[in-house]
């Protein structure tokens, strides 16, 4: 996609995103970089992950809050993310997704980013609905 894109401009982002209607005029009237990843971007690339996150860093970057809502886990590599089971459901790790980050919220730093966790199998139900009362301080 060079030279009309440069590797610091690429970005990738969830398919699940929210744009504000004049953002979202710009995008849908962009007649300069769809047709660039209509070509060009075939798996691993994904449209949906990587043009809109790329185009809004690259022309409006402003208007881009720069975080998710969604933990996802990136780490393991390859074009998906990181599944959980039931094993992996501890204090530990729950903790880990609610307070192991920072991220910036109204323009105030946060270590609470997210609110939705992705790829958690249906075994991993179980786990979550007995530790929830106990991290969320709850009675079930």
């Known amino acids: 996609m060079w030279p009309q894109i440069n590797i610091t401009d690429w970005r990738k982002g969830s398919q699940w995103f929210e744009v504000h209607r004049d953002l979202a005029i710009h995008i849908v009237s962009d007649r300069k970089y769809y047709p660039i990843f209509q ?9 949906d992950e990587h043009y809109i996150p790329t185009l809004v860093n690259m022309l409006y970057a402003d208007l881009n809050s720069e975080r998710s809502i969604t933990w996802v886990d990136w780490s393991r590599g390859g074009p998906h993310p990181g599944k959980f089971g039931w094993p992996d459901i501890t204090d530990e790790f729950l903790n880990g997704i609610r307070f192991g980050s920072e991220c910036k919220y ?8 997210f609110l939705f966790g992705r790829k958690f199998l249906p075994h991993a139900l179980e786990p979550l609905l007995r530790v929830a ?3 969320l301080g709850f009675d079930p």
Do not use: A, D, F, V
């Not at 070509?39 to 449209?47: A, D, G, K, R, S």
């Open 39 to 47: 070509q060009h971007c075939h798996p691993p690339c994904y449209i």
């Open 106 to 113: 109204n323009g105030n730093i946060t270590s609470i980013c």
């Open 133 to 135: 009362p106990l991290l």
